[in-house]
């Protein structure tokens, strides 16, 4: 539907892939919406980088695609999510599940990752927002950047459970080739090593600031580990306001981490198309809740969410 994003953070991949051409536009909405209609098929995961990027295209996808029968899943920014109507357009063509890059709640980092779209942006009123449409979230978190000390772990997990993120994913800042942070790194002689394997999000290959490199690459297991602890898992499904939304946050949370080992049995056996009723009915329509005018009047004080 779209490719790239209109944004340009240091440690994104995105610009590398097309530096030096465009890095963000969209198809025709016809074309996208007779594309999904080819597809088999009620659950759909749209790839793009960042569907709600273009306004007017997703707006108007999102109106195309109302009378589809869809239930899909994608990926969008705080800002986005915030702005307009697009979200609420998402939610009615059958936006269920978002990919949301928090990543940071510190403004330097913020600021050295060149991610200021989540600058000065309530990251609670968001989380209100798409949990107040039946959206389900997958939270986006980096650690490593060069603000971070050793409580960024646990104040970043008991900022998701308190929210009730539904799943989290976290990383450990990786300079990928080809990116500003990469190359800025370079020049600074922070680079630790070029085996391209290690460079996957789970190790340290660069000079560490706060952190030393044992620290976060433990911190990052650590917050894993703690965040989907059964504990948690149902201390978050209960942060939701109706057992409806209770019960899908423990089944997706932990159904999707808990039993890692049974879905690699069904894709390495090609059987995973069988589970696509179960996730369906996962993703299928709750009934909203009417969001109140002031959605951040009531956002938890456990972190600064309003970086500034």
Known sequence: ????????????????????????????????????????????????????????????????????????????????????????????????????????????????????????????????????????????????????GQDVFKRTVDWGVKNSITTSTYHILTPYPGTRLFKDMETQGRIKTRDWDLYDTRHVVYETKKLSAHELEAGYWWAYDNFYSWSNIVKASLGHDSAKHMLKHFAYSGGWKKFEAVWNVLIKSKNLNGMLPVLESILSKVKMKAPSQDLGASAPPALNVNPQ
Do not use: W
């Open 1 to 148: 539907m779209t490719r790239g994003c209109p944004h340009h953070c240091d440690f994104c991949y995105k610009d590398a892939f097309f530096e030096g051409g465009q890095t963000f536009y969209t198809q025709i909405v016809d074309q996208a919406l007779a594309e999904i209609d080819r597809l088999p098929g009620r659950h759909l995961y749209f790839l793009d980088d960042h569907l709600l990027g273009n306004s007017r295209f997703a707006k108007n996808l999102f109106d195309g695609m109302k009378g589809m029968n869809r239930v899909f899943q994608g990926a969008a920014t705080i800002d986005s999510i915030l702005k307009g109507d697009a979200i609420e357009k998402a939610a009615e063509a059958g936006l269920r599940s978002l990919f949301v890059g928090f990543e940071t709640f510190s403004p330097k980092n913020l600021k050295q990752s060149n991610k200021r779209q989540n600058l000065q942006k309530d990251y609670s009123k968001a989380v209100q927002r798409l949990h107040s449409l039946g959206i389900m979230i997958n939270g986006s978190f980096v650690f490593g950047l060069d603000d971070d």
